[in-house]
């Protein structure tokens, strides 16, 4: 990332009232102060020169290089503060403008890149967007590798051993690569864990499925045995087929039977058919002469019946007749009902005729039936032995008949078992082959659960060996790995540090150096904890140097300014003129070194410009020149 900063605007920030600060092209940039504020008995602390920086952070991070978040407006003017920075980073122009408690914008954050606005709907959208587009631009590196002096760098040194790791880690970066590893295998290990899971679940689900299939294996082999060595069934169709067999045998020497009797008793139906034709020879002639009289008798009769017949309807049809409404009981006007009296008397005589005529018919047939009952006795002698026969033929016959009815149901009912028999056998052997099927159905689905459990157990094994892995890494990386993150870092910094020592200082006695989970520092053979303060004051610029390098290298960060807040003030004029030249032939990249000093006169620093602070005797800061 390259950035370029171009101008800070300051409206009621901290103790400014309104300001702006050009930043590009200044080169050695004198940045004095001018205390006129009767509260604060100074010649130029607290006059407001840091918070020029501190107005670069907060525009960038919304607070300032010391972590301030609040009570960042002027109270002056109670209105709020406004800051507006105007900055390129690679090759695109950006203008950020936060403000807090502003009596027009309110609590507000607004970003244009290339005059596009590209705010959030609020503070807490826009701050996502700023930190995922220029997600560089942390506090840190602004405290690191832009202003240095009274930032981060010094209380990096000023860390106990331990406490100076924890930040080096924070600044290049190392505990978030350790943060993101251990997230990675938190997440990695979840998933194992998950995965080592589901596989035991799907292995007990093989096992209860297993478990079902061999429960219903044994239930199914257990039938197929009882059905393959069950002989009852095939023992009982024989026996309803011999059955059957002797029924239909029988059925059909009854047959015979019946036959043979039957004819005899149609050859002597034969002879009786002849000898009674005979006696209808006789009997006709006697018929005969009964058919004579008889007709004359029937003839009256049918004459007096059809005469009774055609009385009985008139008086019917006149008796109809009624003079009474059937519905309503009243009588029906202009109608009579008939007399039938003469109509009655008349049938009554001829019902009395008719009965007389029928008595005749009666009595001639009572004579008649004498005269054949005579020659039926004259006969029956004759014929009464072949009757007797016929007679024994028949019943005979039909007693051989009931038998074979009898044996006909008889073998229906045998048939209707057999077939009963061979349908159930015919089941039996589709049952046989369904458990067959059944059974080998299930033996497959139990070989191929076995072959999955198997792979699932290969899996599962390796699972745990993957989880062992991680929990070995996942230790590594909470005991050692930090320090593993750490060593070319710290060799870098070490490195550039007694660089820089010699060209300043023209020593190279300094370390910078891991000593298990602490960081050691040392100049001139002693423990930075032992130093001077203006010693201590010559290894913080020298770690700050080397800590800016280490963040600029590491994240292919460079930046068109520099600020040196005050770090040259417990230095000779010799060592300042070596700063300055150091970074004059060091830092070709940047265009703007800005330097804070009180002691800018006695230390004779070279300067191309100077930007003078005034704080008023209100307590009003403004830049003046």
């Known amino acids: 990332m390259k950035v370029r900063f171009d101008k800070v605007s300051l409206h009621h920030f901290m103790s400014f009232g309104d300001s702006e600060v050009a930043l590009s092209d200044r080169g050695f940039c004198l940045v004095e102060g001018i205390n006129e504020d009767p ?3 100074s010649k130029s602390n607290g006059s407001g020169k840091s ?28 209105d709020g503060c406004v800051v507006t920075l105007s900055l390129n980073v690679d090759g695109k122009d950006v203008e950020i403008v936060r403000s807090k408690d502003d009596a027009k914008l309110g609590t507000d954050l607004k970003i244009r890149i290339d005059g596009k606005d590209v705010s959030g709907k609020g503070v807490r959208e826009s701050t996502a967007v700023l930190n995922e587009t220029f997600p560089e631009l942390t506090k840190e590196l602004l405290g690191s590798a832009i202003i240095l002096g009274q930032g981060l760098p010094q209380r990096f040194t000023d860390n106990t051993p331990s406490g100076r790791k924890e930040v080096l880690e924070h600044l290049s970066k190392s505990d978030f690569m350790i943060e993101d590893i251990k997230e990675r295998l938190s997440k990695r290990t979840a998933k194992v864990a998950s995965d080592v899971s589901n596989a035991e679940s799907a292995l007990a689900s093989n096992s209860s499925k297993s478990s079902v299939y061999e429960s219903l294996l044994e239930k199914q082999r257990a039938s197929l045995s009882e059905l393959e060595n069950d002989s009852s069934a095939s023992e009982e169709l024989t026996k309803a087929e011999k059955e059957e067999e002797d029924a239909k045998e029988a059925c059909e020497k009854l047959e015979a039977t019946v036959r043979e009797l039957t004819g005899k008793a149609e050859a002597l139906d034969a002879e009786i058919k002849d000898a009674e034709s005979n006696k209808s020879a006789e009997t006709r002639h006697v018929a005969e002469k009964h058919a004579e009289f008889s007709a004359e008798l029937k003839a009256d009769e049918v004459r007096l019946s059809c005469r009774v017949n055609e009385l009985m309807a008139e008086i019917s049809k006149l008796k109809s007749i009624t003079d009474v409404c059937p519905t309503c009981g009243q009588r029906i006007p202009n109608v009579v009902k008939p007399d039938t009296s003469k109509q009655e008397a008349e049938l009554a005589q001829a019902k009395s005729d008719l009965a007389f005529v029928r008595m005749d018919i009666d009595a001639d047939v009572v004579a008649y039936k004498e005269k054949l009952a005579s020659i039926d006795e004259a006969y029956a002698k004759g014929y009464a ?6 007679s024994k033929a028949k019943s005979e016959a039909s007693t051989a008949m009931s038998e074979l009815n ?6 229906r009912e045998a ?5 009963k028999l061979r349908q159930k056998a015919e089941g039996r052997d589709a049952e046989i082959s369904s458990l067959r099927e059944g059974i080998a159905e299930n033996e497959r689905q139990l070989s191929g659960l076995a072959k999955e459990s198997e792979s699932i157990n290969s ?12 929990s070995k890494m996942s230790t590594l990386v909470k005991r050692d790995f930090r320090g593993y993150l750490l060593q070319d870092v710290i060799k870098y910094i070490n490195a550039k540090a007694k660089a820089y020592a010699s060209k300043i200082f023209n020593t190279d006695d300094i370390a910078f150096e891991q000593d298990g989970n602490e960081l050691r520092i040392a100049f001139l053979g002693k423990e930075y904890e032992n130093l001077s303060g203006g010693e201590k004051q010559r290894v913080d610029l020298i770690v700050q140097f080397a800590i800016r390098d280490m963040m600029c290298d590491y994240s292919g960060f460079s930046c068109n300014i520099l600020v040196l807040d005050e770090i040259t003030d417990a230095l000779d004029s010799v060592s300042c003129d070596r700063v300055i030249e150091f970074i004059a032939s060091e830092m070709d ?5 800005f330097v804070i000093s009180h002691h800018s006169s006695e230390l004779g620093l070279p300067y191309d410009s100077t930007i003078k602070v005034r704080k ?10």
Request: aromatic share 6%.
């Open 406 to 411: 009898s044996m006909r149901n008889k073998y």
């Open 385 to 390: 032995k072949k009757m007797e026969e016929h």
């Open 51 to 78: 918070s020029i920086w501190n107005a670069i952070c907060f525009a960038l991070t919304g607070e300032t290089i010391g972590g301030v978040r609040s009570n960042l407006p002027n109270k002056t003017f109670d």
């Open 415 to 419: 048939s209707v078992t057999t077939s």
């Open 589 to 593: 990249d940047i265009e703007s070194v």
């Open 616 to 625: 008023g005797p209100d307590g009003v800061s403004e830049v003046i020149a």
């Open 39 to 41: 509260r604060d008995a």
């Open 459 to 470: 899996e599962l094994e390796s699972l745990k060996a993957t989880s062992d892995a991680l």
